[in-house]
């Protein structure tokens, strides 16, 4: 009606209407997936990541806590996670400060790991865990919650003792001490985070007590302020400038739930069919003449019956017309397993594993089994560097510093200082599935220049130089008892070790 209106005075205007018009709708037809339908409803989200979480991260907690407590699927991925991304032994670290000329300065890095090694033991304040240990509770909580703190103690801390000359620990703190609903606008906090004009981090405001141990209000004399520089805020985002953390169960929540379900009912049903036994087929009235000529005759011969059933029984007492037949429920149910994978895969891809992980069922071929678990390596080391960046190097980092000015780590005159604090952080290594035609690939690669051997050491998860020390100190005793160990293959044994070799492939 307005481009009819506006026409005869603006013919221009009204035609640059009429074609962006055009345009819009030649556009908004060009997916089919922009387009909501009958059968396809639109799921209608504008808020931010932080309008989204705001709402969902407390409920999405609450739940992926529930389902570790007493969901075996659950529980089992989470272990899955935990050991592929930290591992048994946690996140090593490999000193790397480097000398002035640019070559590694083994020395130092010697003293580095001593002293690291020694705050490894017991760097968590309430001192139950080792380093290795804390890293495993800080990922597991890390996942399922999607979010946690910790808290840096560096330097002289009233009323605590550290374990070690360095002056450093650390406190962890789950993220319901971090009250999602504490916002104060004028003061830029959102979410219980301060944060300035950028979006960085400048301090949390905490709760003193867990609200889960005792009744805990919302006030200023319950909170506490912590400079960002002495916290971690360790989480899982989905989204720019996502304030804070998301479950990795997030997406599959549901689907876990129905997956108990479905095998909950299916095991009732199995256990109802196992008490089923058998049924008497009754014949036709006439075959019941001697009981009054009824079936529903009151004498003797109509009252209940119980049969025994045992091995090789036989039935001699079935009146006239009468049968056994046995109840076919349908149960075990053939369907369950094929239906449950199905399930399970979808639910592994949303929680960065793999099937056979999550399911416990490793058919297949060499080939498909060792593609699975390249690929699925892939989303585990994401997730180790994360962890790494997050947690592990400002552990590191924060561990150089309180050393240093605590006098329990001297410089070097030739060292670089911009080194101080570099090292390698060396993640689980990806298992072998075949580990001869693995260890010569290795050193296949290393003879052919393409890798080298700390690189591949490093790959398998240890420490490249104490690997050297370890060998070096056993070919000593080996040389002692006069034992070859050898590669050369004109050396006296050599030929017994390829024998073996051939046997083995």
């Known amino acids: 009606m307005l481009d009819r209106a506006i026409a005869p005075l603006f013919p ?44 969902s991260s407390v409920p999405l907690r609450t739940q992926a806590r529930h ?59 309430t001192k139950e865990h080792d380093y290795a240990s804390a890293q495993r509770l800080m990922a597991r909580t890390w996942i399922r ?40 606008p004028a003061r830029g906090i959102t979410q219980g985070v301060e944060k300035n004009a950028w979006g960085q981090a400048l301090a949390y405001h905490v709760l003193k007590h867990h609200p889960g141990d005792i009744t805990v209000s919302l006030t200023n004399n319950n909170l506490k302020r912590v400079p960002s520089n002495s916290m971690a805020h360790i989480k899982l985002v989905d989204r720019i400038r996502q304030t804070r953390g998301v479950s990795v169960f997030a997406s599959v929540i549901a689907r876990l739930e129905d997956i108990k379900d479905y095998e ?33 005759g009151t004498s003797s011969s109509a009252q ?37 994978n199905g399930q399970l895969r979808a639910a592994a891809g949303g929680m960065s594993l793999s099937f056979s992980s999550l399911s416990r069922n ?71 599935i075949n580990p001869l035609d693995e260890a010569e690939a290795w050193l296949t690669m290393e003879q052919a220049g393409y890798m080298s051997g700390p690189e591949i050491i490093r790959k398998r998860g240890a420490n490249p130089r104490e690997v050297m020390e370890q060998e070096a100190n056993w070919r000593r005793k080996a040389a002692d008892q006069k034992l070859d160990l050898t590669s050369d293959p004109a050396a006296p044994g050599a030929q017994a070790r390829a024998r073996r070799l051939d046997i083995m492939k």
């Open 12 to 55: 221009g205007w009204a035609a640059a209407r009429a074609k962006a018009r055009y345009r819009f709708s030649v556009l908004a037809s060009a997916y089919d997936a922009a387009r909501p339908s009958r059968l396809r409803k639109f799921h209608r989200d504008y808020g931010s990541g932080d309008s989204v979480t705001r709402g």
């Open 67 to 125: 389902l570790e407590r007493n969901n075996d699927i659950a529980r089992g991925a989470l272990g899955v996670l935990v050991r592929n991304i930290v591992g048994p032994n946690g996140i090593g670290v490999e000193p790397q400060p480097r000398r002035t000329d640019g070559t590694l300065h083994e020395e130092f890095a010697q003293s580095v790991m001593d002293l690291w090694r020694k705050w490894c033991e017991r760097p968590e304040v």
């Open 145 to 184: 919650d999607g979010e946690l703190l910790k808290q840096y103690l560096l330097g002289n801390v009233k009323f605590y003792q550290f374990s070690t000359g360095v002056p450093y620990a650390f406190e962890l703190i789950e993220a319901d001490q971090l009250p999602i609903y504490y916002d104060d």
């Open 264 to 296: 909950d009912s299916e095991r009732i049903a199995a256990k109802v069919a196992a008490s089923m036994a058998a049924v008497i087929k009754k014949g036709t009235p006439e075959d019941y003449a001697g009981a009054g000529g009824e079936m529903g």
């Open 304 to 340: 209940p019956r119980e049969l025994s059933f045992r091995a090789g029984a036989i039935f001699d007492d079935l009146r006239p017309g009468e049968s056994i037949d046995t109840i076919d429920t349908k149960r075990p149910n053939s369907n369950l397993e094929p239906y449950r």
């Open 362 to 432: 490793y058919n297949g071929t060499y080939s498909a089994q060792r593609q699975e678990l390249v690929e699925g390596w892939s989303d585990y080391a994401i997730l180790s560097m994360e962890f790494v960046h997050q947690s592990v190097r400002p552990d590191y980092q924060n561990f150089i510093a309180m050393a240093v000015m605590s006098g329990q780590l001297k410089i070097p005159a030739d060292l670089d200082r911009s080194t101080l604090d570099h090292a390698l952080y060396i993640p689980p290594s990806m298992p072998w």
